[in-house]
């Protein structure tokens, strides 16, 4: 079964630093701040991660989420391409989602670990049945994107 991309979208109020408005019962003006260039590569199907700087820290792995400082010594990241496939760590499935959950009930929540990254991605499948270990690969809502998280999906690889 196949998910289709979320319908609402979320107006690009700026870009330096990324600013949307996002529909919901009230406007909800938001910056991501530091970390809009991950989301500019969402509409350009790219996977924006960063990495330090500082050639003296142990922490060489990219982080996703992007991070505009090194949590272990403080030091300024920078932007890099992280791959586009992954592995599924983790999954649920939600089926009694709340109020302003944007996915339709029975939507596939994911853990990803992408190879040269630090942490896990939490993400969601568009299509497919989910298992542990199950290859996948990045897909992007660049049609109509919403700006928000919910424009990055995997499929099965």
Same mark, same amino acid.
Request: charged share 20%.
């Given at each position: 079964? #196949?998910? %289709?991309?979320? *319908?609402?979208? #979320? ?36 996977l ?20 505009? !400082? ?19 760590? *983790? ?10 959950f944007?996915l339709?009930?029975? *939507? ?18 568009? !299509?497919?049945?989910? %298992?542990?270990g ?8 660049? %049609? ?8 990055? #999906?995997?499929?099965?690889?």
């Amino acid at each position: 079964m #196949a998910i %289709d991309w979320p *319908t609402r979208t #979320a107006e690009v109020l700026g870009n330096d630093p990324l600013i949307i408005k996002n529909p919901k019962n009230w406007h909800h003006i938001h910056s991501y701040g530091g970390s809009g260039r991950f989301f500019d590569g969402l509409r350009e199907s790219k996977l924006m991660a960063t990495r330090c700087t500082n050639a003296d820290c142990a922490e060489k792995s990219l982080w996703l989420p992007p991070r505009t !400082e090194c949590p272990d010594c403080w030091h300024h990241t920078e932007w890099v391409e992280a791959p586009l496939v992954g592995t599924v760590y *983790t999954h649920s499935i939600v089926k009694y989602p709340g109020a302003p959950f944007r996915l339709p009930d029975g *939507t596939p929540l994911i853990s990803i670990e992408i190879e040269g990254v630090c942490t896990k991605m939490m993400s969601w499948l568009k !299509e497919g049945k989910p %298992d542990f270990g199950m290859k996948v690969k990045a897909v992007f809502n660049t %049609d109509n994107p919403t700006n928000t998280i919910l424009d990055l #999906a995997w499929i099965p690889a």
